[in-house]
């Protein structure tokens, strides 16, 4: 057994499946999950010695690459400062400042600690505003372990092979309606369905947690249409999509407006943090302003903020990153296909800026149901080939691949090497 493997078998008995979050297990490819020390750059180190090119990214927040020094660096000087103060700090409005002059359609901000938080409290909003208590949500998007987001849900809660959980009331579910994704007629239908009962319409605008599944054209625009028509709320998850497809995310994008707009990891840099935001109208809602209630004793911590806020300064700082990154998607995704021809390996490749996701199916995938049909058995043979030449990507199937400012040409042309030789044993 090597270091990673003992410490997972002593990991087991006291924490559960040896995590802290599921799919961190590996449990999808079927081994021991590699135990990892430092980051830097494009890659990360594990307790025995070895190195990987990552693609995981933390889930995404690690956009520069990790251990960035301007990130390391705004970390430092906070933390000399003491680690939380339980009350306002200048940072907290400067970041606000920045995120409301970097996306669209929002003009305030209210912070969080992770991406679960800032989805339960932005449909606490939705419902509070509208006085509604239904949402829709879409097969096989993730949006965090909130009770009535456990309902048909991506990420590991699919690949545990639970569409739901255990320990969610039928209650708290019972309100949430699942449509499908790039199906607008099924959107249309639960609306109709439930007339002047449906809060909002949460969705992914880039579906990234059954693999990566784009929005088809029209799609985002429909479901503004259907939302102003029967007078729903429009949220777009953009934990995934947020900073990352450009630097007002999806809604930038995909020149489509949300009324509420969620945000996590990557606007702390790789700190737990998450936001919820939107119009003044909708956040002055929010206690104390207004009836709806949310709190949080760490929220907008200034450790947490220093590092969110050196991140996003960086990115609007420089624009570059967003045409390096989206270049290296472009240029991933025209190498594996260009293996997949020449090795015949029954593999699909969808790709949106500088996200990824393979699917071990010969036809193309625009839907859940598509994405389902991927062979999740040899999406684990790939893992493991592509981690024993060094090549770190999510442990799962229903994931996405994350590329960083850190990978260059020359950590590409690996990559490509060692899905070459992988490509060729399944
Ligand atoms: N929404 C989306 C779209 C996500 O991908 C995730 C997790 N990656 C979440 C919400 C939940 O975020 P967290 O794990 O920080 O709670």
New binding site residues.
Partial sequence: MDISEQLFERAKRVLPGGVN?PVRAYRAVGMAPRFITRADGAYIYDEDGKRYIDYVCS??PMILGHNHPVIREAVERAVKDGLSFGAPTRREVEIAELMIGMVPNIEMVRMVN??????MSALRLARGATGRDKLIKFEG?????SDCMLVNAG?SALAGGHPSSAGVPVGAARDTLTAQFNDLASVEALLEQNPGQVAAVIV?PVA??MGVVGPAPGFLEGLRALCDKHGSLLIF?E??TGFRLAPGGAQAYFGVRADLV?F??IIGGGMPV?AYCGSRALLEQVAPCGPVYQAGTLSGNPVAMAAGLAQLTYLREHPEVYEHINAKGAALVEGLRQLVKRTGAPVVINQLGSLLAPFFTPTAVTTFTDAKGSDVAKYARYFQGMLERGVALAPAQFEAMFISEAHTQAELDATLAAAEAVFQTL
Avoid: F, P
């Fill in positions: 979050s889930w995404g992770s991406g679960t938080e800032a989805v998007c993730y949006h965090g372990h990420s992914e990234a947690n998850d934990v995934i969620t996590g990891k998450g």
